[in-house]
């Protein structure tokens, strides 16, 4: 159907192509491999989820809304698609395990946001991992921006031992801090979360 050269056949033409058309037909079938494979790997990891059960979040609309109401733009139809999906999922009473793919300015923080307020609402922890340090703060920042008006504790957890990240580690502990940005020191054995019911990785291909 998709007119693909058979796998021996593109092997050997990778080594040793003919000619660069049977070098291109070849690099077409590898790549069209690799990502068959990996969509397969996917739909296992998803039915092995999905029987797992989660947590079931209620959609009470609360914080949810109050973000919606106050923000100065409209949400594109790719976001609400994906918000009704992971909603959905959170909704469901199983493990959600999901991959929000976009673009650079898309808008996949305002997506992220609305899905750690909709945990928040229901008296959970939302955790959003960051690859650097820079882009934590940067997260930080936005999210602050974005909830300046909503009561929601956000906190900053970055690397070293000082006594301002002793602070925050306490209010993880003890439930204070509701969102919680940071690098992958939000994963480390000695940060204890009250009741996390929600992890955000940004960038996963930097984390494996």
């Known amino acids: ?3 693909l050269m058979p ?5 050997e ?8 058309s049977a070098l291109d037909a070849a690099q077409k079938r590898m790549i069209f491999e690799e990502f068959f494979l990996f969509q397969l790997i996917l739909l296992y990891q998803k039915e092995i989820t999905e029987k797992k059960s989660g947590l079931q979040f209620q ?3 609360q ?3 109050t973000l919606k109401n106050q923000l100065s733009f409209s949400l594109t139809s790719g976001q609400k698609q994906s918000l009704r999906e992971i909603f959905a999922d959170m909704t469901s009473g199983h493990a959600m395990r999901r991959l929000l793919q976009g673009d650079v300015g898309s808008g996949k923080t305002i997506v992220a946001l609305f899905s750690m307020l909709l945990a928040v609402e229901n008296g959970y922890q939302a955790a959003m991992i960051a690859p650097t340090e820079i882009l934590a703060v940067q997260h930080y920042q936005n999210i602050q921006n974005l909830l300046a008006s909503i009561q929601v504790q956000t906190v900053l957890l970055k690397g070293g031992n000082s006594a301002e990240k002793q602070r925050i580690l306490a ?5 204070t801090a509701q969102i919680i940005i940071g690098t992958h020191a939000a994963f480390q054995k000695n940060v204890e979360y009250a009741q996390l019911g929600l992890a955000i990785v940004d960038e996963q291909h930097k984390f494996g």
């Not at 796998?7 to 092997?11: I, N």
């Not at 033409?13 to 660069?20: A, G, L, R, S, T």
């Not at 209010?171 to 439930?175: D, M, Q, R, T």
């Open 63 to 65: 914080l949810t809304t």
């Open 171 to 175: 209010e993880i502990a003890n439930g």
């Open 59 to 61: 959609n009470k609309r």
């Open 1 to 3: 159907r998709n007119q």
């Open 7 to 11: 796998f021996r056949q593109a092997v």
């Open 13 to 20: 033409q990778i080594d040793y192509p003919e000619n660069e």
